[in-house]
């Protein structure tokens, strides 16, 4: 039985504000192999965001297992949890999160010096990967010089760059024209299939939903629907978390 990309058992998350408490999942189990190219989707407050966050480590569950790559993500200390961020995941936020000082080169090679790849080797990856994307020119500005499209562009090559066992993109296309959220789409999904890199989105967007080959619908902090869309991608069954 192949090992899973990402498995969640039972798995609840509240907020608390003073004496508010709001429930951001409910009990979610999810299974997802190596491979995958999942979108989930869902309205605000619906806890997409929130599965991203904890699947990631950046945010823990209140209950349930967090398995990453053969991990259990509850048990490892906030150091551990660093260490597999950098090592296995590759992030994608809505708000771009690009060090303002940093060209785009020096924001997209970023994890790449942090885990030690030479510079040639670092460069090499960059401007290949900036040609694939529409980048290619804009290696030596800085993020106030780039348009909210060419900046969200960026963000996706720093993730993708390191050419991670996972990738997380929370509505990585929300602030591009559709063209240019096709073209990125089509360029991650060919990572995707090439590599056999997970790939994980939140999103509102359709064209997301509609290139996602499994969409999770979540509703309440629960998932509503699991819908394989492409029957040749490696779709594993989600358990439990019905609505």
């Known amino acids: ?119 040639h080797t670092r460069r090499e990856r960059v401007q290949k990967l900036f040609s694939e994307i529409g980048l290619a020119g804009l290696e030596n500005r800085r993020p106030a010089e780039l348009s909210g499209g060419q900046q969200q562009r960026v963000a996706v090559a720093r993730a993708m760059v390191t050419e991670p066992a996972l990738i997380l993109a929370d509505e990585p296309t929300a602030n591009l024209d559709s063209a240019t959220a096709l073209a990125l789409l089509e360029v991650m999904e060919r990572l995707n299939r090439a590599t056999g890199t997970t790939f994980i989105f939140s999103t509102h967007d359709p064209q997301v939903m509609e290139r996602a080959h499994r969409l999770i619908r979540l509703r309440d902090g629960q998932i509503a629907s699991d819908e394989a869309r492409d029957r040749q991608a490696p779709v594993a069954a989600a358990k439990g978390g019905a609505a």
Do not use: H
């Not at 899973?4 to 004496?19: C, F, M």
């Not at 967090?66 to 961020?85: D, H, I, P």
């Not at 090592?87 to 885990?115: D, H, K, M, S, W």
């Open 1 to 119: 039985m192949v090992q899973p990309a990402v498995e969640l058992n039972d798995v609840s998350k509240t907020y608390r504000t003073g004496s508010i408490e709001v429930p951001a999942l409910r009990g979610v189990s999810l299974r997802i192999v190596p491979g995958e190219f999942v979108a989930t989707a869902g309205p605000s407050g619906s806890g997409k965001t929130t599965l991203l966050n904890i699947i990631g480590g950046l945010d823990r569950a209140d209950a349930g297992e967090v398995w990453v790559a053969g991990q259990n993500l509850q048990l490892l200390s906030s150091g551990e949890l660093a260490r597999v961020r950098l090592q296995r995941i590759g992030f994608v936020f809505q708000t771009y999160n690009l060090l303002p000082v940093l060209t785009a080169l020096e924001n997209t090679e970023f994890t790449l010096l942090l885990q030690g790849v030479a510079k």
